[in-house]
């Protein structure tokens, strides 16, 4: 009731935002009119009189004003625009077209409510590549770049070469971003007025630019002022679930899969057999009579081998159906905990399908590690250490050291544990086919809303190895991070941000908490004629494919053309098989065939095509009614299964009765459908499918039912988000990180002054090293120490005497010392080549970030991993991640500050004059003492992400640690692109080297 009230409010509120534009559009459809008089070249002077007059305003808020002020004339000229244009040909993708498009009125509002920083439902075919026209011309006016994200690259050169054809009728420059593109051609298209590109292609050029390019010339955005999103809800809430990574790969690798599988193997088929067993058992107390311990006895089956065959077809039967939900509901009550936990000791291991979870049984373990019981337990590291904390018969190191052994045989426990777990749930949850297919020695993830192929995407955790053991492939090396960022953080970057896509509503919510991005649900150009029917409801898989085929036949021979959505590329498969039997001529697209797939939706609409197709394959094209299709009741579009979730099923049934072209939809539905029995809707249905008496082979069809299924996925939606929220929650901790530490690496990129941001450095750091020996709470005062440190750091060659000389407080010694190593550096800097020597300030504090900030990633990873596991002590992990990544941040900004002051005497952009200026030192200054400081100044690259400079005259030697040093490795980098540092030579040949 409340929900009906709420959607009642919201809805006239839509209905109030949308009436308060018909003034505008009144306004301009007037201008439009009076425009008519100029000649092309006077409406194409008013783009340059409004960029120059942008130009002028100094305050940004102003530019904003103004651009608000001016939407009226500029949405008119963009009109006018497409209006002159009409009857050209123009060529899009190779391809001649006729440009027929002059913006409906509705399609002006869209565009307001896209300038308007929100999102644009409107329903597929309403246009909304051209509705985008408006906003992206009156934004990017204001001069600092307007982007248009599409879902592929395909699009992004469509839309681009389509709608350049009005920006450059306008004036305006229009650049397209391409997955192949070198930097330069890259650095061309952001800059000019509009551009578009897939999110991933500006995602990672965001993280290239300031994570990884060393120079402002290999920089290749220029901010982030306005970006719609086209298909948004696709970008910002389904590919959200997996971050943006640069990796490279990992310096130690420690899984242990190889070891591990033919035991989990092992493992799978015991717990099949034993599966197999208590369904028969289940099978035959059924038929004795015993339902309860039958229902007792699949519940056991489900627990651990959800997908058993068996168990499947006993649940197709509603009164076992209804016994194993009892058994379930009853075993979850607090009072059976032990009865629960006793029945899974009856199994090797229990899958937790919903949570995608497995869990080993005590049974389990000894059958892997028999004999060893303490092999899956953590140690109780914070007991322990407390203990060895309190053991006086230890010193200090002694007891560092122990310690220390502990955390490594914790870490190699976990480890195991977490390697045997990620293989069950890779032998248990994730099947070939459906989840991901195999290919060239490769497991590829198979994206579940597209069916599509994700290259270059991989399961983090470890599962993405696991899968790789099982299917016996190439395991590839762990990788590591080396710059990442979440979709969600990437569009936060802009200033102004909106959407468009024709399934907004049902997650409005998300928009708006996470994004700030309203929903404005804008009216079609006429009214949609399409009926949706009724689900139908079978018991089985096998039954309700029987019905979808005759369906299909029934259209065919009709010559009605029928698109049918499937959810994965088996079950297309499946069908496609069965229509082949029957003799029906019909396209598939799934994954496999993603690149003709465009050209195949836009044919579905033909009479008599049957087009087979995953979720949402092909979205972004329209698809026409052929001759006569209207007659026979226009597109078909039958669901063969109901998605997860509503909006994807909404998509579906929006491919027909575009611009009020007749059509219908109609969902298949059967109780085997993982929604229906993950997700509670076959319990209900159950109940009700009696009520209404169904018999075996019959449907079922009534909207009750269709509510039953729309709870589910409301239930499923909702988990979804959590999930989603979650990934961001932990991004967010270092989406705080990563500001700092690429400001600062953009201060050094762009900073002239680079010997002031050293300097700065250094005084920061040597005020906090000075308090390490001169405590302010009083403690004992370390000159010497000091001392020794400073020399060995600096060529200062300076006494303890001059030090205690200089004073006894912390901030006079600092003071003292930073002028002495000032003074000193002057020095230095005076044998250096002057030339090179910005950029060898520069590289002395990009190097230290990069290296660090790196290793920081990659231990911000595994703390990751850590915390989960100790979820299970009853602390949030969130929490725990929150407090340790900070105290790890700090560390890492000492660290950096500490690495630029030891580096600022031992880099050199001249070798031999180096040598000069040590033997000008009063004593060997720079031959430090310390350990783990080599002595001898070594020639290393200048900027290990750009080799062409491997022979430039800047040395260096960095020695006190072994940096890993990381090849940068795009995720879909190949060998024969252009290397992602920009240097723009092949990465084979670049960053890609082999050895
Ligand atoms: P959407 O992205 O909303 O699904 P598209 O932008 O792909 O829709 O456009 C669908 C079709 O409608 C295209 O063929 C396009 O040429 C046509 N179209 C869009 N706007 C107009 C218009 N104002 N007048 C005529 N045809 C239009
Ligand atoms: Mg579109």
């Known amino acids: 009731m409340i929900n009906w009230i709420i959607k009642r409010i919201v809805g006239s509120k839509n209905q109030r935002e949308i009436r308060a534009m018909q003034p505008v559009v009144q306004r301009i459809n007037e201008l439009d009119e009076q425009y008519q008089s100029l000649s092309d070249d006077e409406l194409r002077a008013m783009t340059a009189r409004w960029q120059a007059e942008l130009k002028q305003i100094e305050d940004w808020g102003d530019v904003l004003k103004r651009l608000d002020e001016i939407l009226p004339e500029t949405f008119a000229v963009v009109r006018n625009g497409a209006r002159r244009l009409c009857g050209r040909e123009v060529i899009v993708c190779d391809h001649p077209l006729l440009w027929n498009m002059v913006h409906f009125d509705v399609q002006l509002v869209g565009g307001m409510t896209l300038h308007n920083g929100r999102i644009s439902e409107m329903a597929t075919g309403e246009g909304k590549t051209l509705v985008a026209t408006c906003p992206m011309y009156l934004n990017a006016l204001a001069g600092r770049g307007a982007h248009l994200v599409t879902v592929n690259d395909y699009l992004a050169r469509r839309d681009s070469e389509w709608m350049g054809q009005l920006f450059t009728f306008l004036g305006l420059t229009v650049g397209c971003i391409q997955h192949d593109q070198p930097p330069h051609i890259r650095r061309e298209q952001y800059s000019c007025d509009i551009t578009y590109g897939t999110n991933s292609e500006f995602g990672f050029d965001y993280l290239r630019d300031n994570g990884m390019a060393t120079s402002k010339e290999q920089q290749v955005q220029r901010g982030y002022f306005f970006a719609i999103v086209d298909e948004v809800d696709s970008i910002l809430i389904d590919e959200a679930r997996t971050p943006l990574i640069i990796s490279g790969p990992a310096t130690v690798s420690s899984h242990q899969f190889d070891r591990f599988k033919p035991l989990v193997e092992q493992l799978v088929k015991q717990q099949t057999a034993l599966g197999n067993r208590f369904a028969t058992e289940a099978k035959e107390l059924f038929e004795q009579g015993k339902p309860e311990e039958g229902g007792r006895q699949m519940f056991k089956v489900k627990l651990g081998q959800p997908q058993n065959k068996v168990l499947l077809r006993l649940m197709e039967i509603p009164e076992y159906r209804r016994a194993i939900d009892k058994a379930e509901l009853s075993f979850f009550s607090d009072t059976m905990r032990d009865e629960l936990f006793a029945l899974k000791e009856e199994l090797f291991f229990t899958i937790d399908q919903r949570a995608q979870a497995a869990d080993l049984s005590e049974k389990g373990r000894e059958h892997i590690s028999p004999g060893d019981p303490d092999a899956f337990t953590l140690p109780d590291l914070i007991t322990e250490f407390t203990e060895i904390d309190l053991d006086t018969t230890l010193t200090e190191a002694q007891k560092i050291e122990k310690k220390s052994e502990l955390q490594t045989n914790s870490d190699v426990q976990a480890e195991r544990m977490h390697n045997i777990s990620s293989l069950i ?195 972004g094209t329209d698809i026409k009614l052929g001759e006569g299709v209207a007659d026979l009741g226009g597109l078909y579009v039958i669901g063969t299964e109901r998605h ?124 906090d090293k000075v308090l390490e020996f001169y405590p302010q709470s009083g403690g004992q005062q370390n000159a010497a120490g000091l001392l020794h440190w400073a020399n060995s750091t600096f060529p200062l060659g300076i006494s303890e005497e001059t030090v205690r000389e200089a004073g006894n407080d912390a901030e006079t010694v600092a003071n003292f010392l930073i002028e002495k190593i000032k003074k000193s550096y002057e020095m230095k800097c005076e044998h250096e080549d002057p030339d090179a020597l ?154 890609g080297r082999v050895g």
């Open 838 to 991: 910005k950029g060898l300030e520069r590289y002395i504090i990009l190097n230290a970030i990069d290296r660090l900030w790196q290793e920081h990633l990659y231990a911000m990873d595994s703390l990751r991993e850590a915390v989960h596991l100790r979820a299970h002590g009853q602390k949030d992990p969130l929490v725990e991640y929150k407090k340790e990544a900070y105290d790890m941040f700090v560390e890492l900004m000492r660290n950096v500050k500490n690495e630029v002051m030891s580096n600022m005497f031992r880099s050199t952009s001249n070798l031999a004059a180096f040598e000069q200026f040590l033997a000008s030192l009063p004593m060997n200054l720079l031959r430090p003492a310390e350990a783990g400081v080599s002595d001898q100044p070594q020639q290393t690259r200048a900027q290990p992400v750009a080799a062409e400079n491997e022979d430039s005259d800047i040395k260096l030697n960095l020695s006190q640690r072994k940096a890993p040093a990381p090849v940068p490795q795009i995720a879909k980098v190949n060998r024969n692109d252009p290397c992602p540092c920009g240097s723009g030579k092949k990465y084979k040949a670049c960053c």
């Open 425 to 619: 749930r890779a032998y248990c949850l994730f099947e070939r086919d459906v989840h991901y297919v195999v290919e060239d020695n490769k497991v590829l993830i198979v994206d579940e809303n597209t069916g599509r192929k994700m290259e270059g995407r991989r399961w983090s955790d470890g599962l993405h190895q696991a899968v790789e053991a099982k299917e016996g492939v190439q395991i590839e090396r762990e990788t590591q991070t080396l710059a990442t960022i979440t979709i969600q953080n990437y569009f936060r970057l802009y200033h102004k941000l909106a959407g468009m896509t024709g399934t907004a509503e049902t997650e409005a919510n998300e928009f708006h908490d996470i994004y700030k991005l309203d929903v404005n649900v804008i009216p079609t150009n006429r009214p949609v004629k399409r009926l949706d029917a009724n689900d139908l409801i079978y018991k089985t898989r096998r039954e309700k494919y029987n019905a979808v085929v005759n369906e299909i036949k029934t259209a065919y021979a009709k010559g009605q053309p029928v698109l049918v959505g499937t959810v994965s590329v088996e079950s297309s498969e499946v069908l496609s098989r069965m229509l082949k039997r029957e003799k029906i001529i019909h396209s598939v697209l799934n994954a496999k065939y993603h690149l003709q797939e465009a050209e195949i939706v836009a044919r579905a609409g033909q009479r008599g095509a049957v087009t087979i197709s995953t979720n949402m394959a092909g979205r």
């Open 644 to 767: 997860e979730s509503r909006r994807i099923d909404r998509q579906l049934r929006g491919r027909c009765a575009r611009q009020g072209d007749p059509g219908a939809s109609r969902f298949y539905v059967s109780f085997e459908d993982d929604l229906m029995r993950n997700f509670g809707a076959a319990d209900r249905m159950t109940s009700l499918m009696e009520r209404f008496g169904m018999k075996e082979g019959e449907e079922l069809e009534h909207p009750l039912l269709n509510r039953s299924v729309e709870t589910a996925q409301k239930r499923v939606e909702q988990r979804n988000y959590m999930i989603r929220k979650r990934t961001l929650e932990y991004d967010d901790v270092m989406n705080n990180q990563r500001e700092v530490i690429y400001g600062l690496r953009n201060d050094a990129i762009e900073g002239e002054d680079t010997r002031k941001l050293i300097y700065e450095i250094l005084e920061d750091a040597l005020t």
